[in-house]
């Protein structure tokens, strides 16, 4: 493969002052059809076309993204990447994923930096620790790496955590999955780019979906701001706006779209080596690798479209986080900011068909789809490409909202990141 | 080393005061008004930082927030304080500093090797690494890591508290330069209710480095009168030292107000900063602008500087930052301190101007006063360590500033003062929700049109003449006041100043150096995250052509500094890479915080023990106290969990006070459970909709237990409601569950039914509630009560009294949680202890003792009653519960429809059962997964789970609760609890019922 990247290419193009470099992925003219057009360039989307190009051979794809890619939820969010969920659907789900996650660098030839550094869910209150002990059993029981600490464990682990039986609601103990972690963003949205670029995917940008083509209850294109493309199957990968698109087609979907916001810290040495959540102390914590402490809680409460949020959901999440960490009192905050997330009544993602024939959609997956994006993107592909769901997402249809047949994650993951 | 830079007289430090201080280990001295980077600078120290990525050697650059390079870590133990800038920490004695980078030392960094290896380091090559083999990039990042990050957490708590205010007013001044102080001036005297904030230690901005006189006053007599004035004006708030970090929608602003960190020993009783949440009328953003550095290669070497910071550092702090000083520009305003310095008689070796005819009154000045003048000339290169600047390269440039004609060899030096112009802080209008535009004139950003309301003026604006930002001022102020109501006279004379034709500025983003791009020493972007120009130039050529993208990939302006200095360049530099103009790619978002702000006053009190979330304590919550109670923590309440006994474990305790309570007699504090009147005369058909059972025939003095479902179908609340009165109803709910309750039927009634007259209101904490219950419980409640008859037919199960208990009002309901007979008590929360003693005095002869949550818990699960959070978890349908006794047929409640939705009609749900263990004494875990066969291979098929569990005292053996796949038809079949520690413990099947399954006990 050309411009392969590794430790000799790098050295090789320092001899030339790196002039050689190849860009990461085009920016080709939209052609006027493809076999199938994935609207969104989130981490989703792209990894929708990058599978659909390496697993199922159709490579005359097109990613239509109406800014930059990786812009939306995909580069605003906290990165934490964890399988441990507690319904059979969603564990699976998610564990595909993460399995993905392992070999994704290697494969996508784009270091996603995918840390493994584990994920702690705490428990404050009796009733946590029956939601904990039930969720780390079942992740047992479905093959997924769980344990269960105790607060000494925990103090082991995390020695700067305030476990004091006196803290207003002492940490009793944690849920702790070693395979879980961080990754870098950016490197997701860039690296599934330029390794579906590399398959024959048109990478388009700043193109904008503003209608959705139909004819005979079936799809036919898409109208942009740069021009109608035509193909016949259109796959819906936008999140916070998935209900804008769903209202182009029609569709009315069981989505609110809500502010969620994040937050970091100045740089520090490093002091945090794992991923700290909580429910009842409403808040979680990482630290990146540049040393920043990254920080989140939940949406704020309205719906809207506006990147922001409001002020005192940061009070609330940095008062939580001082509560867990007192030595980060003194700490300083540097940046702010928000996403707009796609919530589902239960808390689980939709990927599948719709009653247009050819028009799938993807969404839903909220506050937490970031650890899901290799394995959403596969099994999003193979349905694509077959007309069919995966049997990993067949229970993840729009229809369960009339069935039924939920799948409610709300209790094992009440800051479901 | 030690030669100090401190000019004989000057500067508005108080030299009287001299202040001791230390920075890595060394002593040092300076005076009151010193920042730490004044008093640096003053004692000659050079290096304060080394990079982040190639560690080269950094020395102080500015003279306030824009200061990317020094960064220090103030203080230790609980003080410690990381990331501050040297450039606005004001020295007091004592203060010890460190630099936050360098290892082992500042001098030595062994880091700097990465500066050699820097061609292997472009930007983003760790996307292009470390990815083989696999298992070894934890043991790069730990590397990676190592080298990251800038000062060190502290390892203490920190001793310091922080408040918050709230407050309204009509016009937010955001700085308090000329422009603020006239806007403020003009405002006050309008009437309007002002609050100027500046993240300064005193009012003055730019004038206070200013030498110019104002209305025949020098600029700081000038500001005095102007601040008297303010002071005089009692609805005038002035905020020194406070920052107006964050602007939100609806004109909501947040001012971070620092009080303490200036004190050498602070009063302990003061706060160490407020937090200001401020809704303003109307803002005036008087922010000032912020010099911008010029590019080049090297020009990141300690020793080249703003020239603001040159002309700040001389005339408020009475420091040179150097004995030899040449000036490079492409604009005027870097003449004005040429003439400070000349007027102050120090020795400007020359000014080197890029533009090849510069014009102007200032030029004119400058060049009679004899400095020498490169024109059409730049500085290519610079020579120099850690000790400062040796020499300047300088070249002959083109009229387009792209080439260089000729080389013209060097110019000795030891500080480079430079300007590229002025980028205007449009942070907070950005923040706004407005959109900076692009202006050709001083090639930068200024204001776009207000989104909320918000005026610029000043170099904010983009107004930079002392005359013109005066004016502005007054003018903002006085309209401001307009609009926000005030008819006051807000007119103010404009005082005289000085005024010079300026010549216009040449922009130049990069300067060339005579070799091809990307060769000769590195041209450093931002300083602080070690972004260069040919980082750029490489993003680009990538396809990170999205200003975002450049961001994100060079990470060019996210660092401390936010890019104040290196952002509008970066993106020049990018638009000019792509052919584009700059106001065509844009900006990167501003974003809160305009500068970091500590995560202590932002959490303010609401952390600790009492502060963090209220605790909220029953009415005999000091008894339980006094008893001996563990505590366990439901919601936001503290209940009694279980009362030990000296010596006794939890299990011995649980065991006495179930068994007492089903022998003879217990008593249980049951407050906490949520209360909420219901009342108007549509309150029963409310009732109905809620709930899933009928509630029209209930008569007076009657009670029943109702189950709430979500609009799912699913469980979401149950409870006791009774009828007190023709339309008056008390519900209770869960303790969990009480807010939520009552915040889901008002948005029903509020916005589904705003035509029914029902009125909701929770009294939760107005009654103490107590639960006596047990086969005693008749007798002592007769003996304590005379006008209530108890007798089982006057009184029966599921009816409420009013009556007098223990000479206090009260109402007593006869329900039961534990299958006995049971009354519940209610009085005045005001009268809980006497009842509750009364209670326990009577109830001596009768061993009544005392039940925490645990035991209540065993005796509920006993009788197979579900709790609401552990029995269920938001999919769990009353009929899965074994109760569509409970779903009227009749009528229609929220949720119903979810009823007979194909997959809440499915045979095969989770159906609540009991559990009993093959081993009697084993208790299962709760939370243990259920499976039909111990699993071998994984994933292996679940079938429900352990929802609660407990060794019955009555019964002698374990009990549990669970929910089953298809469990009510499995009666008698095993399941197998297989846990996370390998145990297997074997169970069967039974009814969620243990005890007394008839119900006579409670009958009686
Ligand atoms: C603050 C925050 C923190 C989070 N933390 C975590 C976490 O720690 N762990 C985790 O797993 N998840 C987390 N999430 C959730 C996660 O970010 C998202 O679920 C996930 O990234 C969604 O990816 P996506 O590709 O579907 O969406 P996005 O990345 O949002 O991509 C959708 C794209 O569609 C584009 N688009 C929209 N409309 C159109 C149109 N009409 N035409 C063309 N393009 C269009 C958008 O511009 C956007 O680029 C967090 C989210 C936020 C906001």
């Known amino acids: 493969m050309k411009n392969k990247y590794s430790i000799f290419s790098l050295a090789r193009n320092a001899v030339t002052y790196h002039e050689n470099w190849r860009e990461a992925w085009r920016s080709p003219e939209p052609r006027k059809g493809y076999d199938v057009i994935v609207i969104g360039g989130g981490g989703h989307g792209l990894a929708t076309a990058y599978y659909l190009a390496s697993e199922h051979g159709i490579r005359n794809v097109a990613v239509l993204e109406k800014n930059w890619i990786g812009g939306g939820n995909t580069g605003r969010n906290t990165t934490i990447v964890r399988s441990n969920y507690l319904w059979d659907e969603s564990a699976h789900l998610y564990e595909k994923s993460l399995r993905l996650w392992e070999g994704l660098s290697q494969k996508l030839n784009y270091n996603v930096m995918f840390s493994q550094r584990g994920v702690m869910n705490l428990g404050h209150t009796l009733q946590d620790m029956r939601d904990i002990e039930r969720r780390s059993n079942a992740n047992y029981l479905n093959g997924i790496d769980s344990e269960v600490l105790r607060p000494e464990q925990i103090r082991q682990i995390v020695p700067i955590m305030n476990t004091s039986p006196h803290a207003r609601y002492p940490v009793l103990g944690a849920s702790f999955q070693r395979r879980g972690g961080v990754a870098r963003h950016d490197a997701v949205a860039w690296g599934f780019a330029r390794a579906a670029d590399r398959e024959g995917v048109d990478i388009l940008q700043n193109c904008e979906v503003t209608g959705i083509l139909r004819h005979n209850g079936a799809v036919t294109g898409v109208e942009t701001n740069r021009g109608r493309i035509q193909a016949k199957k259109v796959g819906v990968v936008v999140a916070g706006h998935s209900s804008v698109i769903a209202s182009m087609a029609g569709l009315r979907l069981p989505i609110e779209s809500h502010p969620l916001q994040a937050l970091v810290s100045e740089p520090l040495k490093p002091i945090l080596h794992t991923v700290v959540m909580s429910n009842a102390v409403h808040g979680y914590i990482s630290q990146s690798d540049k040393g920043e402490l990254v920080i989140g809680a939940g949406v704020d409460s309205y719906t809207g479209y506006g990147q922001r949020g409001s002020f005192s959901v940061v009070e609330g999440n940095i008062g939580a986080i001082v509560e867990l960490f007192p030595v980060f009192s003194r700490v300083r905050m540097l940046r702010q900011w928000g996403g707009i997330v796609d919530v589902c009544p239960d808390a689980c993602p939709i990927i599948g068909k719709t009653p247009i024939r050819g028009l799938y959609f993807n969404c839903g997956w909220g506050t937490g789809g970031f650890k899901a994006t290799p394995g959403s993107g596969w099994v999003f592909a193979h349905t694509i490409a077959r007309g069919e769901p995966h049997s990993l997402n067949a229970a993840f249809t729009l229809e369960r909202f009339s069935t039924g047949a939920l799948i409610d994650e709300h209790g094992a993951a009440g800051v479901a990141h | 080393m030690s030669r100090s830079l401190r000019v004989a007289n000057g500067g508005s430090i108080r030299r009287t005061r001299l202040l001791s201080f230390s920075f890595n280990g060394t002593l040092y001295s300076g005076f009151e008004g010193d920042t730490l980077a004044s008093a640096l600078l003053a004692n000659n120290v050079r290096t304060v930082h080394r990079s982040f990525k190639y560690h080269r050697p950094r020395g102080v650059v500015g003279s306030g927030a824009e200061e990317p390079n020094s960064i220090v870590q103030v203080g230790s133990g609980s003080k410690a304080t990381p990331n501050l800038r040297a450039t606005q920490i004001e020295l007091y004695d004592g203060l010890t500093a460190r630099s936050v980078s360098g290892w082992p030392s500042l001098r030595v960094d062994l880091y700097a090797l990465n500066g050699l290896l820097g061609r292997l380091l472009p930007a983003g090559f760790y996307y292009k690494t470390f990815m083989r083999p696999r298992f070894l990039w934890s043991w790069y990042e730990h590397f990676i890591r190592k080298a990251a990050g800038l000062g060190q957490a502290p390892r203490e708590a920190d001793l310091d508290h922080y408040d918050k205010l709230n407050i309204h007013c009509d016009v937010l001044i955001v700085g308090g330069g000329p422009t603020g102080l006239m806007a403020a001036r003009a405002a006050g005297r309008a009437g309007a209710r002002v609050i100027m904030a500046d993240e300064q230690a005193e009012m003055g901005g730019s004038l206070l480095s200013s030498t110019a006189s104002i209305g025949g006053k020098k600029p700081g007599d000038w500001v005095e009168t102007v601040v008297s004035e303010l002071t005089r004006m009692p609805e005038v708030i002035l905020l020194p030292r406070s920052t107006v970090t964050g602007y939100y929608d609806h004109n909501f602003l947040v001012i971070n107000e620092r009080r303490t960190d200036h004190l050498e020993r602070p009063d302990p009783r003061l706060r160490r900063e407020r937090i200001w949440r401020v809704r303003a009328s109307q803002v005036v953003l008087a922010t000032g602008a912020i010099e911008r550095p010029l590019v080049f290669s090297n020009n ?112 000795r030096c030891d500080v480079l003062a430079v300007s590229g112009g002025w980028n205007p802080v449009v942070h907070l209008h950005a923040q706004s929700g407005g959109k900076p535009v692009f202006n050709e004139e001083c090639a930068s950003f200024l204001p776009g049109p207000s989104v909320q309301n918000e005026r610029s003026a000043g170099a904010g604006n983009g107004t930079f003449g002392l005359a013109d930002c005066l004016r502005e001022g007054a003018e903002a102020g006085r309209r401001a006041a307009q609009d926000a109501g005030l008819t006051g006279d807000g007119s103010v004379d404009i005082p005289k100043v000085e005024s010079h034709v300026e010549g216009s500025l040449h922009p130049i983003w990069v300067v060339p150096n005579g070799l091809a791009e990307g060769r000769g020493g590195k041209k450093f972007v931002d300083l602080q995250n070690d972004t260069t120009v040919a980082d750029i130039r490489l993003a680009a050529r990538e396809g990170y052509r999205s200003v975002e993208h450049l961001k994100r990939y060079t990470a060019l302006g996210f660092g401390t500094d936010q890019g104040k200095l290196g952002n509008i360049n970066g993106m020049a530099i990018l638009a000019d890479v792509l052919g584009q103009a700059p106001g065509k790619i844009g900006t990167t978002t501003f974003r809160p915080n305009y500068t970091p702000v500590t995560f202590g006053a932002i959490a303010g009190r609401e952390i600790g023990s009492t502060f963090f979330d209220p605790t909220r304590k029953t009415a005999v919550h000091q008894w339980h106290v006094e008893n001996g109670a563990e505590f366990e923590d439901v919601g936001q309440w503290k209940r009694p969990w279980y009362y030990p006994l000296p010596g006794e474990t939890m299990n011995e305790a649980v065991r006495r006070e179930c068994l007492a309570t089903r022998e003879s007699l217990g008593i249980l504090d049951a407050s906490t459970l949520g209360k909420i009147e219901i009342r108007g005369p549509d309150s029963a058909e409310f009732l109905n909709r809620i709930y899933t059972n009928s509630w029209l025939t209930l008569e007076i003095g009657r009670c029943r237990y109702g189950l709430m479902l979500g609009e799912d179908g699913m469980v979401m609340d149950d409870g006791v409601t009774s009828r007190i009165g023709e339309d008056h109803y008390l519900m209770t709910t869960t303790t969990g569950g009480a807010a939520h309750v009552l915040a889901w039927m008002e948005r029903w009634l509020q916005t589904e039914w705003p035509h029914l007259r029902v009125y909701l209101t929770s009294v939760t904490d107005h009654w103490f509630v107590t639960s006596v219950a047990g086969p005693n419980s008749r007798e002592i409640l007769t003996k304590l009560c005379t006008d209530i008859d108890f007798s089982a037919d006057a009184f029966p199960f599921m009816s409420v009294r009013a009556g007098t208990v223990a000479g206090i009002p009260a109402r007593v309901y006869r329900i039961s949680f534990s299958g006995e007979l049971a009354y519940e008590i209610n009085v005045s929360a005001n009268y809980g202890r006497s009842l509750w003693q009364a209670i326990m005095t009577a109830g001596q002869s009768l061993n009544i003792t005392p039940y925490g949550t645990e035991a209540m818990h065993v005796l509920r699960a006993e009788k197979g009653y579900i709790i609401v959070g552990q029995d269920t978890d938001g999919s769990v349908t009353p009929g899965d519960l074994g109760m569509d006794w409970i779903v009227s047929n009749g009528k229609d409640c929220i949720g119903k429809r979810s009823l007979s939705r194909q997959d809440t009609r499915r045979e095969n749900r989770k159906q609540l059962v009991g559990l009993t263990t093959v081993d009697p004494t084993l208790v299962l875990p709760e939370g243990a997964q259920l499976l039909n066969e111990p699993a071998k291979e994984f994933p292996a098929p679940m079938v429900g789970h352990v929802t609660s569990s407990y060794f019955s005292p009555s019964l002698r053996h374990s009990i549990a609760l669970a929910l089953v796949k298809g469990g009510r038809s499995r009666e008698g079949s095993m399941v197998y609890a297989q846990l996370i520690d390998g145990r297997v413990i074997p169970a069967t099947i039974g009814q969620p019922k243990f005890f007394d399954p008839e119900n006579q006990r409670q009958k009686v």
């Open chain 2, 300 to 411: 990141d070497k300690p020793g080249v500087m703003l020239a603001s910071a040159v002309s700040t550092y001389l005339v408020r702090y009475g420091v040179l930052p150097g004995r030899k000083i040449v000036f490079f520009t492409n604009n005027d305003s870097a003449y004005q301190t040429v003439l400070q310095l000349v007027d102050a008689g120090m020795e400007v070796v020359a000014v080197v101007d890029v533009r090849s005819d510069p014009q102007g009154d200032l030029i004119q000045q400058v060049r009679s006063a004899g400095v020498p003048i490169f024109e059409g000339h730049v500085v290519v290169d610079v020579r120099g360590g850690t000790s400062g600047l040796r020499m300047v390269l300088i070249a002959r440039v083109n009229k387009t500033l792209d080439e260089i004609l000729s080389h013209k060899g060097e110019l």
